[in-house]
């Protein structure tokens, strides 16, 4: 169990953390020293890096948070909190794929074929998903650590 948490846990840090830096510290960093050329450059390179390891933490989080409600005895012994906390987290993951396969993929087309206009609209897209897809991590992470004492 403890394995299964840690693993949940570090894979909620590393999506949910990974999405506020890039929303809060890459982003504005990027716009104020950046031309869009390159900007918009960089973004493949980090999205191509980044979105690997979000990939795994979908998967271990699936594989841990389901896991561990098995090891709890299964859904109905679970809270109202671990059931938010899997819709959202379903959500997000929804969300993500969305991204990845659609905005995503167009954006590295764009920058591949310097349509720099284009791939600037694919990155305000993937910029909207992803500050919903933060609100939601956050909400989550608030839901988890906090739930069982709300719910």
């Excluded at 716009?31 to 795994?56: G, H, I, M, Q, S």
């Excluded at 819709?87 to 590295?108: E, N, Q």
């Amino acid at each position: 169990m403890s394995i299964a948490l840690s693993l949940h846990l570090l894979s909620a840090v590393i999506w949910v953390g990974g999405m506020f830096f890039a929303y809060f510290a890459l982003r504005p960093a990027a716009v104020e020293t950046l031309e869009p050329p390159a900007r918009l450059t960089l973004w493949v390179a980090v999205f191509n890096r980044f979105f690997k390891w979000v990939w795994l933490a979908v998967a271990l989080l699936i594989l841990t948070g389901h896991g561990m409600i098995a090891l709890y005895g299964g859904f109905g012994h679970v809270g109202t909190h671990v059931h938010i906390m899997l819709g959202t987290g379903y959500l997000m993951m929804a969300i993500f794929a969305h991204l990845f396969f659609a905005p995503f993929k167009r954006l590295k087309l764009a920058v591949s074929e310097s349509r720099w206009p284009d791939a600037g609209a694919q990155l305000n897209l993937i910029r909207k998903i992803v500050a919903i897809n933060l609100t939601l991590g956050i909400i989550t992470v608030l839901i988890a650590s906090g739930g069982r004492y709300l719910l």
